[in-house]
């Protein structure tokens, strides 16, 4: 597995990480614990070095069952994980405190059974409470040696140079993939400014891109995307057409579409590092297989040749979720 550094933070992980949010969060009923730990092993023995997780993923479970299956190899893999719902509850509102972030950090050593957590996100910016104080009391952590790099998720560019300001940023989490760009208009051009690596989820358009979905899938209630707009079975008739581009793509490289939908992040910056999340084995090695496959300047056009021909329909949140991003 190619590493690749999230900006000028020093901090190296491998070129495509695990996203564990779905082990047990947000896409349907939870996998069953000890498979879910043998995912994440076998992610670490096929080269994955970054494992992100969350106190509101479960909430709190995702964080246990991700310190269990690290446990082997825990000085090897960096664990990112976040704070900034009220008690690790997505849905209860937004809290960034100080107290708050500290009592997070502490509860979270204590789940993953570490003494120190590589990356630690502001879930959601909190206009309740001034950035500044959010990157003090992270910076403070850091000093004290429970954190060792600070990082935001879903912010936008004038709360990520303030923060930077005080506490350098390691990296932004954002949603990132080919039907969804927006931070190519602005951010990406300050994450560059300011060194910042940009980690990528749901870069298979949350299964999309894969081709596994179309416009008759039926989506449980617990699973996320069945209040999503982009995913309604009038959007996803929409958008089929950037799908079968992509695989169309695939199937003249002898490869697959999440594969094409991997490298095509992985191209557009050397600090970028999508983190696809799945619960089946084979979906892992697929994806991680992306690592190795290089995009040539002509399938990048073909690609943004595509992109420019189809517009992709549905926002991808609901609106009483869309106003916690970008702030």
Not at 127 to 141: C, H, K, N, R, S
Not at 299 to 306: E, P
Request: charged content about 20%; aromatic content about 8%.
């Amino acid at each position: 597995m190619q590493r690749r550094t999230l900006g000028t933070s020093k901090l190296e992980v491998s070129a495509i990480g695990f996203g564990c949010m779905g082990l047990s969060f947000g896409y349907g009923p939870a996998a069953d614990k000890q498979t879910a730990i043998s995912l994440i092993r076998s992610a670490f023995d096929q080269g994955v070095t970054l494992f992100d997780t969350a106190e509101a993923y479960g909430p709190f479970t995702n964080e246990e069952l991700v310190g269990e299956a690290v446990a082997p190899f825990r000085d090897q893999v960096v664990i990112a994980t976040k704070f900034g719902f009220k008690n690790g509850d997505a849905t209860a509102g937004l809290d960034s405190r100080p107290e708050r972030i500290r009592a997070v950090a502490d509860a979270a050593l204590r789940r993953l059974a570490t003494d120190r957590i590589d990356l630690f996100y502001q879930h959601r910016v909190d206009p309740g409470v001034p950035i500044e104080d959010v990157a003090g009391t992270v910076q403070a952590l850091i000093r004290e040696g429970k954190v060792k790099h600070f990082g935001l998720s879903e912010a936008g560019v004038q709360t990520i140079r303030r923060a930077h300001a005080v506490q350098p940023v390691a990296a932004l989490q954002s949603e990132y993939s080919m039907w969804w760009r927006e931070l190519e208009h602005e951010t990406f051009a300050v994450l560059e400014e300011l060194g910042i690596g940009l980690v990528a989820f749901s870069p298979l358009g949350k299964g999309f891109l894969t081709g596994a979905i179309d416009d008759k899938t039926a989506f449980a209630k617990n699973d996320f995307r069945s209040v999503v707009p982009r995913f309604s079975p009038e959007a996803r008739k929409a958008n089929q057409g950037l799908v079968d581009a992509v695989a169309a793509l695939a199937a003249a490289k002898g490869v697959t579409p999440a594969q094409i939908a991997l490298a095509w992040v992985m191209a557009q910056r050397p600090w970028i590092v999508p983190i696809p999340g799945t619960t089946k084995l084979h979906r892992l090695t697929e994806n991680l297989s992306a690592a190795a496959l290089a995009l040539s300047a002509d399938d990048l056009r073909r690609i943004g040749d595509a992109l420019a021909r189809i517009p992709v329909h549905g926002d991808r949140y609901p609106p009483h979720l869309a106003g916690l991003v970008g702030k």
